[in-house]
């Protein structure tokens, strides 16, 4: 009897044991699919023009934005802007590098020994780009030849062809970027959460852009290029959401989606400070 008894309790400690063993494992697959349902939305950004949809990185895209902007705060037709864009994928896929070839520096691998400002400068993608317009123009008849030999009598790369590869990207990311196409950038990053306030970015706008102020309705082609900046920025700034001309981006979606709040003014909100 007393071993019948004891082998009723050890079937009912392993019945029990079992039993726990599966409750938790079902926890683990109930908290797994919460996790997997609540995880942050993937990081980085896309330009979608027309069929054609390329990702990139978050500085990247800022650099992206900062190097088109600049373009068009310069004055420069879309087709220098698409020029600048495939040599700085060519030279540092978009990265604002502190190295390269010898004293090769930035977004374009410029090098402070043949005069094209110094280290510091040259880190400076702002300064980078008016740099590389500037050479640009100085290019005879820059307007009329292809994307790779432009961009190649300004580099003057030991692979002069190279900047072919890039063109496709290069181009759809001046479309997006110029305002010719609307709404064909967005980024996606996770909502910051800081006690502190968020930076401001409206000196930096400004120096980039050229737009003193965002509650004045601006040309449709240039507001969208200020609201491209933007988003590319948002990461850096803190910027949760942008809107413009009916459509809203958010930080969390990553997308632009209609509105019937927007109008013609771009409106901005960063990320309130967390209590």
């Not at 373009?71 to 802007?81: S, T």
């Amino acid at each position: 009897m007393r071993v019948t008894a004891d082998r009723r309790r050890r079937r009912i400690t392993t019945a029990i044991a079992g039993a726990v063993a599966g409750l938790l494992a079902v926890a683990a697959v109930v908290t797994l699919i919460d996790a997997l349902r609540h995880r942050p939305a993937s990081v980085g950004c896309t330009v979608s023009v027309g069929t054609t949809t390329f990702s990139f990185e978050l500085d990247q895209a800022e650099n992206a934005t900062t190097i088109a902007a600049i373009g068009r705060e310069l004055q420069m037709p879309d087709h220098a802007v698409t020029v600048a864009l495939a040599a700085a994928l060519q030279e540092s896929n978009l990265h604002n590098l502190s190295y390269g070839d010898r004293d090769s520096v930035g977004l374009f691998q410029q090098r402070p020994s043949q005069g094209w400002g110094t280290t510091s400068q040259l880190m400076t993608p702002s300064y980078a780009a008016t740099a590389f317009y500037d050479a640009l123009r100085h290019v005879p008849n820059w307007r009329d030849l292809p994307v790779t030999v432009a961009a190649q009598r300004v580099q003057r790369s030991a692979a002069p062809d190279a900047y072919a590869k890039w063109e496709p990207q290069a181009r759809s990311l001046a479309v997006a970027l110029t305002g010719e196409r609307a709404a064909a950038f967005a980024c996606r990053y996770p909502a910051p959460h800081s006690s502190a306030s968020p930076p401001s970015y409206a000196a930096t706008l400004t120096r980039e852009t050229g737009v003193t102020r965002l509650d004045a309705a601006l040309p449709e082609a240039q507001a969208w290029t200020v609201a491209s900046w933007l988003v590319g920025h948002a990461s850096s700034f803190h910027i949760t959401t942008v809107s413009l001309h009916g459509r809203r981006w958010t930080a969390t979606s990553g997308a632009w989606r209609s509105t019937s709040t927007s109008g013609a003014a771009i409106r901005v909100e960063q990320a309130l400070p967390s209590s």
